[in-house]
């Protein structure tokens, strides 16, 4: 059965703190990952991964992609209060679109 | 502004209605996404739709319909609600399939 397992499941941190947030795999005919944001409404794109071993960086955030391992990590430096929201990791399978989530990390930075 | 737009934002309804969960983009978009959001279960993909005219069930499909009479809307029927149908519905569309998805603002639903 195609899953994917994120962790922690939560997590509380202070501002200016360095998370790693992860997320585990195993699906038939991979195609690509993607991490999004989820604050009050809709889940916002951040990444999307193809290729092990390169990095995406958007300024404070980064991801990789093990495709060996089956899994990816989400970096965020220095952490501010409005990086605080539920990260979710999703992979999309045999090119057909159809994503299949995570459960999610809820993230919580304290001022 | 370009984008999603879902409606209603919020409903409360009776065990038993029919109800209609609109979902229109205008970013000619050709696939298009339904999902439920519950706690300690993430989003699961209830149908899709990668064109206009055409649909595909996904994980959570039953007790759901969809259709796609052209590129712009694609609309979510409960044809008769249940309780365990509560949930937050997201809708969501891409370029093609296979591309990143964008998702709208999301309606939640509660059937009593």
């Known amino acids: 059965e195609d899953k994917v397992v994120q962790s922690p499941l939560s997590l509380v941190v202070h501002e200016g703190d360095t998370v790693t947030l992860n997320c585990s795999y195993e699906v038939t005919n991979f195609r690509s990952l993607l991490w999004y944001k989820q604050e009050k409404k809709a889940p916002t794109f951040l990444f999307m991964l193809t290729s092990s071993g390169i990095e995406k960086k958007s300024g404070r955030l980064s991801s990789i992609l093990d495709k060996k391992e089956l899994f990816s990590i989400l970096n965020i430096t220095a952490t501010q209060t409005g990086d605080s929201a539920i990260y979710l990791c999703a992979v999309d399978h045999s090119n057909t679109g159809k994503l299949i989530f995570g459960q999610g990390t809820t993230l919580q930075v304290k001022p | 502004i370009a984008g999603i737009t879902q409606a209603p934002t919020s409903q409360i309804l009776a065990a038993g209605r029919r109800m209609t969960l609109r979902c229109t983009q205008d970013?000619?978009?050709?696939?298009m996404y339904w999902y439920r959001q519950d706690l300690g279960l993430g989003l699961r993909l209830i149908h899709y739709s990668n064109t206009a005219g055409t649909t595909g069930k996904g994980e959570v499909p039953d007790g759901y319909s969809v259709s796609r009479a052209n590129t712009d809307d694609f609309p979510l029927t409960l044809a008769s609600a249940v309780p365990s149908q509560t949930s937050v519905y997201f809708c969501?569309?891409?370029?093609?399939?296979?591309?990143?998805?964008?998702f709208g603002p999301g309606t939640r639903l509660t059937v009593l």
């Open positions: 969501a569309s891409s370029t093609d399939r296979g591309d990143t998805q964008y």
């Open positions: 970013m000619r978009h050709n696939a």
